[in-house]
T-cell receptor, first 114, second 116 residues
Framework: AQSVSQHNHHVILSEAASLELGCNYSYGGTVNLFWYVQYPGQHLQLLLKYFSGDPLVKGIKGFEAEFIKSKFSFNLRKPSVQWSDTAEYFCAVAPSGSARQLTFGSGTQLTVLP | NAGVMQNPRHLVRRRGQEARLRCSPMKGHSHVYWYRQLPEEGLKFMVYLQKENIIDESGMPKERFSAEFPKEGPSILRIQQVVRGDSAAYFC??????????????FGNGTRLTVT
């Protein structure tokens, strides 16, 4: 069975700072990788996803993530955060070809100070 | 286009009572998934349904839990004789087709169940 680790439970940044949220997974086969975001009071939304091809994936709102297979990592990055990026961020993994069987990390709460 | 609608948002039940959680998928979506988020943990897959069919219930506890997605109406996650350990956030997601690159999951806001 797959598992996902998000090492930072709470990250606090000032506006314009750069962001990197760590995500490591364990699974013996080929995986699909996702980052979801949950803004306060809202539902989970897909931020970006990796299925195959270029390991550097660009998502919405200026976010990107890089899949490093040798490190089993899929870290989320953004060069310059905004106050509106305050939210909880979830990394998720699913076996390739079975995107419905997502396993999520425990989430990272990002607080951006104005 | 309304998103995935879950109700109620918060549900409080005493031990031994039944809990019914409802999920209306996005318009045009015929695939529904239920996930549970226990405190301090990530979301865990419970069950995947299409209209009138349970496709994959490998994440469902063997007893007291059941799910349905009737031809008409919302999907229902039913928990009988609730216990304190059932307290969690339950998320529903829907997709147009079986979860794939071009058919991402859309999540509802979740139902927070508290068992007292």
């Amino acid at each position: 069975a797959q598992s996902v680790s998000q090492h930072n439970h709470h990250v606090i940044l000032s506006e314009a700072a750069s962001l990197e949220l760590g995500c490591n997974y364990s699974y013996g086969g080929t995986v699909n990788l996702f980052w979801y975001v949950q803004y306060p009071g809202q539902h989970l939304q897909l931020l970006l996803k990796y299925f195959s091809g270029d390991p550097l994936v660009k998502g919405i709102k200026g976010f990107e993530a890089e899949f490093i297979k040798s490190k089993f990592s899929f870290n989320l990055r953004k060069p310059s955060v905004q106050w509106s990026d305050t939210a909880e961020y979830f990394c998720a993994v699913a076996p390739s070809g079975s995107a419905r069987q997502l396993t999520f990390g425990s989430g990272t709460q990002l607080t951006v100070l104005p | 286009n309304a998103g995935v609608m879950q109700n109620p948002r918060h549900l409080v039940r005493r031990r031994g009572q039944e809990a019914r959680l409802r999920c209306s998928p996005m318009k045009g979506h015929s695939h529904v998934y239920w996930y549970r988020q226990l405190p301090e943990e990530g979301l865990k897959f419970m069950v995947y349904l299409q209209k009138e069919n349970i496709i994959d219930e490998s994440g469902m506890p063997k007893e007291r839990f059941s799910a349905e997605f009737p031809k008409e109406g919302p999907s229902i996650l039913r928990i009988q004789q609730v216990v304190r350990g059932d307290s969690a956030a339950y998320f529903c997601a829907s997709s147009e087709q079986r979860g794939s690159y071009n058919s991402p999951l859309h999540f509802g806001n979740g139902t927070r169940l508290t068992v007292t």
